[in-house]
């Protein structure tokens, strides 16, 4: 049972860890995307150096390792295992994004694998997540600041429709993740300084 668990977290680690950011943009172009813009290694990032739509492939693919890695873990672990080790290796997951082995421990913010994560594991999260994120951005035109709530939204979420405390503390701590991973974002929409997102996005946005 033992090396069920570690197999399970070492693999949702390394799947996690996977900079489709990095790879398609030093593919595409050539060029680290880590000295593009804002540095981040997400959807965002990538959709500066190579244009919307691999932007959203980048997207839809982080989110997919997370929705993958998920089924997988699912399969390693014993059915009879308590439910905080999936969410551990899930939580592990994001982890890998955000501070990859693969980049030196950079990384990106975490938003398209938690929504990987949370479409497997717990869809209506997932499905507010979205509905939060659409609207904030449509409204505000912040992607960052959508991002926030939009992860803050998700331990209400649990809270009031899961009525676990596992999920619920899983979805705390990784709404503290994006929220942390967001820092410098925030800090610049406190100062007014946030860039606001257009579409599509052009080199000049500057939002992570």
């Given at each position: 049972m033992m090396i069920n668990i570690i197999i399970a977290f070492?693999?949702?680690?390394?799947?996690?860890?996977?900079?489709f950011a990095f790879i398609l943009t030093r593919f595409m172009t050539g060029k680290d995307v880590r000295k593009i813009?804002?540095?981040?290694?997400?959807?965002?990032?990538?959709?500066?150096?190579m244009g919307f739509k691999y932007g959203v492939l980048v997207a839809l693919l982080d989110l997919l390792?997370?929705?993958?890695?998920?089924?997988?873990?699912?399969?390693?672990?014993?059915?009879?295992?308590?439910?905080?080790y999936l969410l551990g290796a899930s939580l592990l997951i994001i982890i890998g994004h955000n501070w990859s082995v693969f980049l030196s421990f950079s990384g990106g913010k975490g938003v398209a694998t938690t929504l990987g994560v949370f479409l497997n594991?717990?869809?209506?999260?997932?499905?507010?997540?979205?509905?939060?994120?659409f609207t904030v951005v449509i409204l505000t035109k912040y992607?960052?600041?959508a991002s926030i709530l939009g992860a803050l939204s998700s331990p209400i979420i649990s809270i009031i429709f899961y009525n676990n405390s596992y999920?619920?503390?899983?979805?705390?701590?990784?709404?503290?993740?994006?929220?942390?991973?967001?820092?410098?974002?925030?800090?610049?929409?406190?100062?007014?300084?946030?860039?606001?997102?257009s579409f599509p996005p052009g080199k000049k946005n500057k939002e992570g």
């Open positions: 070492f693999i949702s680690y390394i799947i996690g860890a996977i900079p813009g804002s540095g981040n290694v997400g959807a965002t990032n990538a959709s500066r150096a390792k997370g929705y993958v890695a998920v089924s997988l873990t699912k399969i390693i672990l014993p059915d009879n295992l308590a439910s905080y594991l717990v869809p209506l999260t997932f499905v507010i997540f979205i509905i939060v994120w992607v960052s600041l999920i619920t503390l899983f979805s705390c701590l990784v709404a503290i993740l994006i929220i942390l991973r967001h820092y410098s974002n925030l800090n610049r929409l406190i100062r007014g300084r946030e860039r606001r997102f």
